[in-house]
Structure formats: C-alpha cells, structure tokens
C-alpha cells in the first residue's frame, strides 16, 4: 500500500511574504527517493527548509506524516521535528570535533542517553553509511565524499523516517557522486528511509530517483513531474525533453 509521508497543499514559499514558488501541490510516498531539481535560484533549498518547517509557509501548508509542523508545538512539535533529518547544502561538520562527536551532537541536544550509548548509537550510524574506520578522525582529514557520508550519518542519529539532502553530490567527482547514489538507494531499501533530495546530476536522478518535481523561476512552480525515465521519453515538453536528453536548451525541437 502506497502511505504518504509528506504533503505540500496549495504551498506558497518565500519570504518576508514575497513568493518565490506559487501554489505547490505534490505528495512523497513512504521509503521513495524524490527529487527536486531546477536551475540555480529557482528555490529548491528555499522549496526544502518550508519542507522542513524552518521557514512558515505565506499561504498553503506541509503535512509530514500527516501533522502540520507550522501549526505543531511544545511535546508535538519535537516528535515531529525527531522523524525528519536534514543535510544542508554545504553543511559543514564542526571542524574542532572528531567525526563521532559531530554525529553525538544531536544525541546531546535531544536524548538523556548516557554518553557510552550515544557513542555506540553514533558509531552505528558511521558504519551505516560506511564510514566507521573515520570515527576518530578531525573534519578536515575526511575526503569530500567522506564528509558527505558523515553529514548523512549526523542527519541519521535521531532514527529519522525521512531525510532531506540539499544538493549531496556537489563538488564530488562522478565516482564518489555514484558511492553516495548507492547508499542512499541502500537506506531507503533496507531502512525503508524517504528521500526528499535536491540535486542536479542527471545520471544520479535516473539512477536513484522514483519521482521528481522540476522548479522554474519564471513559472514560480513545478514545471514537470514524474518518474524520470518517463519524462526523458516523453519529447512533448521540449524544456523538460532536453534537461533528460542532456541537450543544450536551444538544440532540440523535437
Ligand atoms: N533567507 C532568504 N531571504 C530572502 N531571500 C532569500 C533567502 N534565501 C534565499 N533567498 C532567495 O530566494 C531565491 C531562491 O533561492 P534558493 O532557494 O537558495 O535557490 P536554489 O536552491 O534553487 O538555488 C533566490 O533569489 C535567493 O536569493
Ligand atoms: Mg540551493
């Protein structure tokens, strides 16, 4: 059976109650990978922390699991804000602590546990995403795609049912980039994780992606939405067409 683990109604995003998106409708399935792509400023990340609930939406609202974070507080507001993770774009580790004390950070701020089971939780979770050999290593001994995985491994600590990466992939060679596919398409099979993902790279959407919604700063919305291999077949919106074809913008009418 189909569950939705987030809904976006009638959803306009800005700030300062200037839209940048205008009257987003779109639901993520349970333990799906759904990305978000769109050009440079279009508002993706701007799109995500509304997801997330660290910025109010002007009209419209974001159900996670049901439940409006905006309108949720105090005991209510914390199980909410517990289910999701997130990994911002350029989320930087603190560089005067090790890997492991990064990823016992929000353990620290959110769990009494005692510091010997936050260590063990927080080594679990590096093992997760395949990195428990860095444990006791300082941030800037990690290799970018290392520092990916640790910012995944952070985002993991609280048990979270869905995670939200703003542009994971950026900076990483094609390599790394297709490592960093694989274990997020690991996570979500095996730890029935939701992947809310914004990202760029055409071969990681084909690879790893069971929906998309494509953002367009003139539409001030989604301009395409779908699976992604049924969009790089369908030639019927020549914009969309080309993004998925990898042709230049003015190359092709087909
Ligand atoms: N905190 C903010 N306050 C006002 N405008 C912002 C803020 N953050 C981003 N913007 C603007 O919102 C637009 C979309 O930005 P963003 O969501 O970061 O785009 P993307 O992630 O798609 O590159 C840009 O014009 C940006 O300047
Ligand atoms: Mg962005």
Partial sequence: MKETAIKVENLDAGYGGIPIMKNLNFEVQSGRIFVILGGSGCGKSTLLKHMIGLVPPISGRVLIN???MVSAAGDKKNRLLRKIGVAFQNGALFGSMSVLENIMLPLKEYTRLPREAMETVARI???LVDLGHGAELMPDQLSGGMKKRAAIARAMALDPSILFLDEPSAGLDPLTSAGLDRLIMDLASNLKITFVIVTHELESILAIADQVIMLE??????????????LKADPSNPYVYNFFNRHPPEAVHP
């Fill in 66 to 68: 049901g439940q409006d």
């Fill in 125 to 127: 979770k590096l093992d």
């Fill in 217 to 230: 700063k003139e539409a001030k919305g989604i301009i395409a939405r779908g699976n992604p291999g049924v």
